[in-house]
Nanobody, 126 residues
Framework: QAQLLESGGGSVQAGGSLRLSCAAS????????MAWIRQAPGKEREVVAAIFTANDSPGYADSVKGRFTISRDNAKISVYLQMSSLKPEDTAMYYC???????????????????WGQGTQVTVSS
């Protein structure tokens, strides 16, 4: 019954920006590590960013650090991903995901996330 509804995504040129949004509902507990995970065809899934609360220090993959910003609205269990200076290698399906409890040091592992959104495609052309 848990549901993660995503919006955003699309096709942009290299150097452009895009903002992804995710709203969660029906989760069995209230505290979650929220993350954005991407997967390109033929490649492994990668956790690009994660955050626990709006005041938490977020974690970023080295590949997106300095270009992507994750944020969260605690009041409505929403998470966002602001992407700038996009590169062709950022092209992937992006998923919103949640894991019960705090992020801690476990956030880079794809296997800790129990709830996933439907995914939204991001395509960056050169």
């Amino acid at each position: 019954q848990a549901q993660l509804l995503e919006s955003g995504g699309g096709s942009v040129q290299a150097g452009g920006s895009l903002r992804l949004s995710c709203a969660a509902s029906g989760l069995p507990v209230s505290d979650y590590c929220m993350a954005w995970i991407r997967q390109a065809p033929g490649k492994e899934r990668e956790v690009v960013a994660a955050i626990f609360t709006a005041n938490d220090s977020p974690g970023y993959a080295d590949s997106v650090k300095g270009r992507f910003t994750i944020s969260r609205d605690n009041a409505k269990i929403s998470v966002y991903l602001q992407m700038s200076s996009l590169k062709p290698e950022d092209t992937a399906m992006y998923y919103c995901a949640a894991a019960a409890g705090w992020c801690g040091g476990r956030w880079p592992s794809v296997n800790v996330y129990n709830y996933w959104g439907q995914g939204t495609q991001v395509t960056v052309s050169s």
